[in-house]
């Protein structure tokens, strides 16, 4: 059988750790400036709002169809790239109007163009009461799925596991937001299942490494744990790629070929695959090296506490 990656390879990642959460810290920090001055585009199932995709039998301009539907407040119209013949149009709403307003614009876009020359493929609508509801819940499924795999991981390894599981998983999440916002893509339902997505995806790759450091350790307890570590993800490397490569092979083709209304999930599995893949080697690991170093003083300390008693006691 071919093999992508031999069995025998010796790379030394918690040699570069630092430099890697160097760069980690660092998008970090930067996606989380670009969040806070730019604002998550949210889409209307968080914002609340009327959208409206339809597509015309000849080329439009955006300015066009904007005109058109221009009595309607402070409407948004997106050039879906069909050659000018498919748009999205969002309409801000109230409670007042939440039941007619897509009426009235499907009804607009017909008397302007012809209801020949105009097809509606999607009509959705969401209330503000229900948007903001929809944001806390969303908020709240990502926060408390990242917390949950923390302590299924605390739970079956050891706690310093589930911290290193936790921070990875929260460093995945922020960075993927940033690249949807960086990239200009909507906050909607479907990027809340992307993230989630993401965080499942990213965990299952963190316990298979941390089970074989757990392995690794319990047939040699004098290796330094540094050792162990780099011993444990050169020996699960080759499984990480093949699982990694074929799942980004696969939301590749979705983002090529699923269609503009896909394209935000599939660029978020895309950047959420990837850079979980990444913390899992780079930033999971090194936390657990990083509290067992921290860790060695006290232990220390209370061995030195505990030869010291015996002496005194004879004394």
């Keep these: 059988m071919l093999e992508i990656i031999p069995n025998n390879t010796r790379f030394d990642f ?3 750790r630092k430099t890697a959460l160097a760069i980690s810290l660092a ?4 996606c989380l400036a670009l ?8 889409g209307i199932d968080f914002a609340g709002g009327s959208l409206v995709q339809a597509r ?12 058109a539907v221009a009595e309607f407040g402070a409407v948004d119209v997106q050039d879906l790239g069909r050659e000018g013949t498919e748009f999205l149009i969002r309409v801000p709403l109230s409670e007042e109007n939440s039941e007619s307003v897509n009426a009235r614009v499907t009804g607009k876009l017909a008397q302007t163009f012809g209801a020949d020359k105009v097809e509606i493929l999607r009509v959705e609508a969401v209330g503000p009461r229900v948007g903001e509801a929809l944001r806390v819940k969303a908020l709240l499924a990502v926060l408390f799925s990242t917390l949950t795999m923390g302590v299924y991981i605390w739970i079956r390894f050891e706690w310093r596991f589930g ?11 922020i960075i993927t937001s940033g690249f949807l916002v960086l ?5 909607d339902l479907s990027i809340v299942a992307a993230l989630l997505t993401v965080v499942g995806f990213s965990v299952n790759d963190t316990v298979i490494v941390s089970d074989r450091i757990r392995e690794n350790r319990a047939k040699d307890r004098r290796a330094p744990l540094a050792n162990v ?22 939301v590749v083709s979705l983002f090529v070929l699923g269609g503009s209304v896909i394209h935000a999930f599939a660029f978020a599995l895309l950047v959420g695959f990837i850079v979980g893949t990444y913390s899992s080697v780079f930033i999971a690991a090194p936390v657990v090296l990083f509290f067992e170093s921290a860790g060695a003083p006290a232990a ?5 506490a505990r030869s010291t008693a015996p002496a005194s006691r004879r004394t």
Excluded: C
């Excluded at 990239?183 to 906050?187: K, S, V």
């Design 27 to 30: 998008a970090i920090l930067a």
């Design 14 to 16: 918690v040699g570069v």
């Design 183 to 187: 990239f200009g893509y909507e906050f």
């Design 35 to 42: 969040i806070l001055i730019h604002g998550l585009n949210l």
């Design 56 to 67: 015309f039998a000849s080329p439009k301009a955006t300015d066009e169809v904007r005109a």
């Design 300 to 304: 220390t300390e209370r061995g030195a």
């Design 229 to 250: 570590i780099n011993r444990s993800i050169n020996e699960t490397l080759s499984r990480t790629i093949l699982t990694t490569g074929t799942a980004v092979m696969v």
């Design 163 to 173: 911290l290193g599981a936790g921070i990875a998983l929260l460093h995945d999440v």
